[in-house]
């Protein structure tokens, strides 16, 4: 973005690190000027909003709605976020492996997520990330605004998981995939002491189901994506009842990582137990809890 396209609004944020609440409107004119929404424009409201850093709330409300248009409505085909969208996107937030650092951009996760009728995997798992950073941490945007103790998932943490888990990987419900169950254990895995949230067990529980029983759907019917089961537990229409060796091998190992067996993979086993009628290392699992 060269200094020269900049507009003298948004030239004013980066030079005073501020924003005046009657300079809002200015920005929204500009923003939606001629009913489209440019790159340079998202990027330089990206610019604006890390040097306000949260301290506006009306422009923090802005940079969603104008962000998630940009993303889902002026791009097409519209609703869906592409690959190549998704990498933009992260790009902007601090990259592959990045933490994003203000609240609105996790705000802005969770609208696009929501929004969209697709998103792909990468952008997911990238959301999903921030919510593990906080939880482990408990620090970065996604825990700001509340005491949020180390290695803790919190009330917050379920809220955003949940809306995350809900809307990730496609259409409404859509199923969790291999990358988001991993990150969903490493949280547990971190986790494991009893000052959780008490809906965090079945959220975790549930999530991992959904990837078990929806991954073997898949393979069989060669679909992407499978319905996400929402409820406070495990039970619900699932579109398998068994799992293949892969499914069965990778969660064996995931549940073998750190030795031993949180309250919520309890829950998973249990309802695993009543769900498939054969289950490849189960006993080998149950052993150590």
């Known amino acids: 973005m060269s200094n020269r396209n900049t507009p003298a609004i948004i030239r004013a944020i980066l030079e ?3 924003l005046q609440s009657s300079e ?12 489209i929404i440019h790159e340079e424009d998202a990027v330089a409201m990206f610019a604006a909003n890390k040097v306000l850093c949260g301290s506006n709330l009306e422009f923090n409300k802005l940079f969603v709605e104008a962000v998630t248009d940009f993303m889902v409505y002026q791009q097409m085909p519209t ?6 969208q998704a990498e933009w996107l992260i790009a902007q937030m601090g990259g592959p492996g990045g933490h994003v650092e203000t609240v609105s951009e996790i705000d802005l996760l969770v609208n696009i997520m929501e929004e969209a009728h697709e998103i792909p995997t990468q952008l997911a798992a990238f959301a999903i990330s921030q919510v593990k950073h906080a939880a482990i941490t408990g ?10 103790f180390s290695r803790t998932v919190d009330g ?72 996400f089961v929402r409820g406070d537990g495990p039970e619900g229409e699932w579109q ?18 750190d030795g031993s067996v949180s309250s919520g993979e309890r829950i ?22």
């Open 16 to 18: 005073t690190k501020s």
């Open 24 to 35: 809002i409107l200015t920005v929204r004119r500009w923003f939606y000027g001629d009913g």
């Open 79 to 84: 609703g869906r976020v592409s690959a190549e």
């Open 139 to 148: 620090e970065g945007p996604a825990a700001r605004g509340r005491v949020h």
């Open 156 to 227: 917050r943490d379920v809220e955003l998981l949940s809306r995350m888990l809900d809307k990730s990987g496609g259409t409404l419900g859509a199923s969790v995939s291999r990358e988001e169950a991993d990150l969903l254990f490493d949280i547990a895995d971190a986790c494991s002491g009893s000052s959780n949230d008490h809906a965090w067990d079945q959220l975790f529980a549930r999530a991992i189901a959904n990837h078990l029983l929806g991954a073997s759907a898949q393979q069989r019917r060669a679909l992407e994506h499978a319905p």
């Open 240 to 257: 398998s009842s068994r799992l293949d060796s892969a499914s069965a091998a990778w969660l064996n190992s995931r549940i073998h990582r």
């Open 268 to 289: 998973l086993l249990g309802f695993l137990d009543q769900t498939v009628p054969e289950l490849p290392a189960k006993a080998a699992i149950l052993r150590m809890s």
